[in-house]
Structure formats: C-alpha cells, structure tokens
C-alpha cells in the first residue's frame, strides 16, 4: 500500500472560499479525480464514510483525488445551495485540478456520490470536453432538485458514464436505472448493480471501490 499524503486547501467558488483535502500516493497512474460529497443539507461532507474510503482507495491505487466541501459545509463559505451553488462549487473544483502543478488538465475523472450525482452529471454536460470519464454512484432518480430523469439533455453526454448503485437502493433502482440508460440511447452510458448494495454502502465500502477502480481503469488506462 502506497503511502497517502493529504493536503488541504482553500479554493475560490465565485465570491466565496471552499475547503478541501488533495491527497496524493505514488500517483503512478496519470489521471486526476474530483469527488463531490453526498447531501450537504443533510451533514453529507468531505468526510463522508463512503467518500473518505473511495478517496483513500482511488490514492493507493495510483490515482490523484480531490474532495471538498460545498458552500455552507465545514468551513466552506457561505449558505447550501442545493441547485446551481453547488454546480458552480464542483466546477471550480474541477478548475481547481486543472490548474494543480502536478494534475493533468486533459486527465481528470469526476465522481459524485447520491444528491452530487445530479450535479456530476449536469456539469459533465455543461463541460464536455472535461472529463476522461464520471462515475455517478447511487443517484437519485426522480427527487428534485438533482434527480437524474430531470435532465432531459443527459443523452447528449460525449463522455463515458457509469452508474452504480446497489440492488437494495429504494432512491435508484435497477429497473429505474436500466430504463433510464435504455431511453438515452447513448453507447457511452452504461451501469452496475450490486448485490446486496443499498444507499450508506455499509458493509459495502470496499467493493465499491473495487468496482470502480475497475471501470476508471478500464475506461482510461
């Protein structure tokens, strides 16, 4: 296991100054990740079991991660903003990395986790040329603000797309994903099911990672 350094910074979002934690391992593997944490209206932050276990994976497997807390999160400026807010806060995340010394802009790989899938996805479209590749575990569906089936565009993504979820998930079912993708006509989005799997991925952790580090690697390596 590679040695984890985690480095936190202080990243501008419009007017308001966001916290987060960069960390770095061996960082054999060229590409940059940028993590959008889960439900900050609910406490969802940086530290986040599932997203603290995956940053940590994503690291001893090679990779570069970044995670931050939204506006009004931790010591994150300002008021949540469950729309556009947190949108523009994951772009100037993305910003963030392109512009890292040792992170390369061409390489970067977005993953947002429950609520956060919402907005991995909108900036994925609104950014097209952005990513290498996004991983959208456990989305919501049809909740708004941020629910999936909202985004009448999202078959025009360029990018390839996962979605993970687990079996056991009432906010992301299997059929409701599977319906999902099949009306998207897109080749590029596909997803994964798991077992046993439901939205915390208690007792789960470790074969999320494993699932995803598997498609990053297949995807962009």
Same mark, same amino acid.
């Given at each position: ?6 480095? @936190? ?20 593997? @060229? ?8 439900? @900050? ?132 079912? @299997? ?47």
């Amino acid at each position: 296991m590679s040695m984890v350094r985690n480095i @936190p910074v202080a990243f501008k979002s419009g007017e308001l100054q966001l916290e987060g934690i960069i960390s770095e391992g061996s960082n054999d593997k @060229p590409f940059s990740i940028v993590l959008c944490s889960p439900e @900050p209206h609910l406490g969802g932050n940086m530290d986040s079991s599932v997203v603290k276990r995956l940053a940590l994976d994503l690291v001893t497997a090679g990779y570069f991660c970044f995670r931050f807390n939204y506006r009004g999160v931790g010591s994150s400026e300002g008021t949540i903003d469950m729309r556009q807010g947190q949108v523009t806060d994951a772009g100037s995340a993305v910003q963030l990395m392109e512009n890292w010394p040792t992170s390369d802009a061409k390489k970067l790989i977005l993953i947002g986790y429950s609520y956060e899938a919402g907005v991995a996805l909108r900036l994925g479209l609104s950014q097209a040329n952005s990513f290498a590749a996004i991983v959208l575990i456990s989305p919501h569906m049809k909740l708004p603000p941020l629910g999936l089936e909202l985004v009448r565009e999202a078959g025009n993504i360029n990018t390839p797309m996962m979605v993970i979820s687990g079996d056991k998930d009432l906010s992301a079912s @299997p059929d409701s994903i599977s319906d999902w993708i099949e009306s998207l006509s897109n080749k590029l989005v596909t997803s994964n099911i798991v077992v046993d799997g439901d939205r915390s991925w208690r007792g789960k952790e470790g074969q999320l990672s494993v699932e995803i580090i598997e498609y990053i690697n297949k995807i962009v390596l």
